[in-house]
């Protein structure tokens, strides 16, 4: 047996049949909606999702399963020894069984557990409720419904092109900086892609989604634009088209702690601190420089030098998080674990003085929070590392600044 965060103990997966429903880039595994259009074939599968539809019977439980990417549901039905009674509607849940032909009129497959562990324990809220917290709304399933429905639609205009369809859809939304900072790299106003990914337990998952959207981001450029970065190139006499050309042939990028990287920085030649706490602009070049001008995964900084929502290690020294450091602007994306109990999170907001504020944040953690693990990337710095220029303010067509530009 072995614990799950909240303390409860929960049955050990089986790591060889063990297959994942969350999304992952370039590795999709089955959504739900696909699982119900295949034969039932006995085939052993894990679901993970949120609990709908509830159901308790002397001999078994019968429960309904969401994944959130579709309005489909899978009936699962958990035999009486493998019940776990904490579990409710709105629970975060993975269930590992196997897709049996289903005895009900309403489907025709279900999923009959053999191992079953919730996330954590829930509450359900009445609908008057949660319209009084509009951050738990979205876990319901009507409203959930609402959000998956087009925004931006598209016709067929004369049968010139395909109807415009997506299965993922992403977002950038604009981020603002509270400072008169006036660098390469930073601005006052810029673009962040957000990631928040469900049902990840794994930094190293988290770093490979990373590192192949970067490498897909700078193939597709390569191969459908390389004429105008040459040009680009020219202009800014930049030697980043030259990088871009070795980062391309990568297929991972090197990876290093926070502890080997001050090793690195205390063994080199340079005078840089004894007692790094974190890395300076300066510190950040001249490790992508050690490791040949390469992007550069730094993972594992001490804990009190990052947020409190981060998850620790287990000496609670290290937090589970990395920043990807690139050639010429330095820290391009950080992301890490995100601490799921709810417990030390709240100990963590006391210590900070934040709880009472913040109160909204951990009701997240009550109702169907899964282990979740996320990243913020900044758009403008990934264009630097395209040959276009080695500074971040060239690269907005409407430049939001607190004061004129200083010329470097």
Same mark, same amino acid.
């Given at each position: 047996?072995?614990f799950?965060?909240n303390?409860?103990?929960?049955?050990k997966?089986?790591?060889?049949?063990?297959?994942k429903?969350s999304?992952?880039?370039?590795n999709? *595994?089955?959504?739900?909606? /696909?699982?119900?259009?295949?034969?039932?074939?006995?085939?052993?599968?894990?679901?993970?999702?949120?609990?709908?539809?509830?159901?308790?019977?002397?001999?078994?439980?019968?429960?309904?399963?969401?994944?959130?990417?579709?309005?489909a549901?899978?009936?699962v039905?958990?035999?009486?020894?493998?019940?776990?009674?904490?579990?409710?509607?709105?629970?975060?849940?993975?269930?590992?069984?196997?897709?049996?032909?289903?005895?009900?009129?309403? /489907?025709?497959?279900?999923?009959?557990? +053999?191992?079953?562990?919730?996330?954590?324990?829930?509450q359900?809220?009445?609908?008057?409720?949660?319209r009084?917290h509009?951050?738990?709304?979205?876990?319901?399933?009507?409203f959930?419904?609402?959000?998956r429905?087009?925004?931006l639609?598209?016709?067929?205009?004369?049968?010139?092109?395909d109807?415009?369809? *997506?299965e993922?859809?992403?977002?950038?939304?604009?981020?603002?900086?509270?400072?008169s900072?006036?660098?390469?790299?930073?601005?006052a106003?810029?673009? =962040?892609?957000?990631?928040?990914? *469900?049902?990840?337990?794994s930094?190293?998952?988290?770093?490979?989604?990373?590192?192949?959207?970067i490498?897909?981001?700078?193939k597709?450029? =390569?191969?459908e634009?390389?004429?105008? &970065?040459?040009?680009? /190139?020219?202009?800014h006499?930049?030697? *980043?088209?030259?990088?871009?050309?070795?980062?391309?042939?990568?297929?991972?990028?090197?990876r290093?702690?926070?502890v080997?990287?001050?090793?690195?920085? /205390?063994?080199?030649?340079k005078?840089?601190?004894?007692?790094?706490?974190?890395?300076?602009?300066?510190?950040?070049?001249f490790?992508?420089?050690h490791?040949?001008?390469?992007?550069l995964?730094?993972?594992e900084?001490?804990?009190?030098?990052?947020?409190?929502? =981060?998850?620790?290690?287990?000496?609670? +020294?290290?937090?589970?998080?990395?920043?990807l450091?690139v050639?010429?602007s330095?820290?391009?994306?950080?992301?890490?674990?995100?601490?799921c109990?709810?417990d030390?999170?709240?100990?963590?907001?006391?210590?900070?003085?934040?709880a009472?504020?913040s109160?909204?944040?951990?009701?997240?953690?009550?109702?169907?929070?899964?282990?979740?693990g996320?990243?913020?990337?900044?758009?403008?710095?990934?264009?630097?590392?395209?040959?276009?220029?080695? =500074?971040?303010?060239? &690269?907005?067509h409407?430049?939001?600044?607190?004061?004129?530009?200083? +010329?470097?």
């Amino acid at each position: 047996m072995k614990f799950n965060k909240n303390n409860s103990k929960v049955p050990k997966i089986n790591q060889d049949t063990k297959m994942k429903v969350s999304f992952q880039l370039f590795n999709c *595994a089955k959504t739900i909606a /696909q699982l119900a259009k295949e034969k039932p074939t006995g085939q052993a599968v894990t679901v993970k999702g949120w609990v709908k539809h509830f159901r308790s019977y002397k001999n078994f439980t019968f429960m309904h399963i969401s994944d959130g990417l579709s309005a489909a549901l899978l009936q699962v039905v958990i035999p009486e020894p493998l019940n776990n009674s904490h579990v409710t509607v709105g629970s975060a849940v993975a269930v590992e069984g196997e897709l049996n032909p289903s005895v009900g009129p309403e /489907q025709h497959l279900e999923l009959v557990a +053999t191992q079953n562990f919730p996330f954590s324990v829930r509450q359900r809220q009445s609908p008057d409720t949660l319209r009084q917290h509009e951050h738990l709304r979205p876990k319901t399933r009507s409203f959930a419904a609402l959000l998956r429905i087009r925004i931006l639609t598209a016709n067929d205009c004369e049968a010139a092109g395909d109807v415009f369809t *997506a299965e993922k859809v992403y977002t950038f939304n604009p981020a603002f900086r509270a400072e008169s900072s006036l660098t390469r790299q930073h601005l006052a106003e810029f673009y =962040m892609l957000e990631v928040e990914q *469900a049902f990840c337990t794994s930094l190293e998952d988290l770093m490979k989604l990373v590192e192949n959207l970067i490498l897909n981001c700078i193939k597709t450029v =390569m191969h459908e634009s390389v004429e105008d &970065l040459k040009i680009c /190139q020219q202009y800014h006499q930049t030697v *980043a088209f030259d990088d871009l050309c070795r980062i391309e042939k990568l297929s991972s990028f090197p990876r290093i702690t926070f502890v080997e990287a001050t090793e690195i920085l /205390q063994n080199s030649n340079k005078n840089f601190s004894k007692n790094l706490k974190h890395l300076r602009k300066e510190d950040e070049r001249f490790l992508v420089q050690h490791f040949g001008n390469l992007p550069l995964f730094v993972t594992e900084y001490p804990a009190e030098t990052k947020p409190f929502y =981060m998850k620790r290690n287990q000496d609670n +020294t290290c937090a589970l998080c990395f920043d990807l450091l690139v050639p010429h602007s330095g820290e391009l994306c950080g992301g890490s674990l995100r601490e799921c109990n709810l417990d030390i999170l709240s100990h963590r907001m006391e210590l900070l003085k934040i709880a009472e504020q913040s109160q909204w944040y951990s009701e997240l953690r009550k109702f169907g929070y899964p282990d979740l693990g996320g990243f913020g990337l900044g758009f403008e710095r990934l264009l630097q590392l395209y040959p276009v220029s080695s =500074m971040v303010q060239t &690269l907005q067509h409407l430049l939001n600044v607190p004061v004129k530009l200083p +010329t470097w």
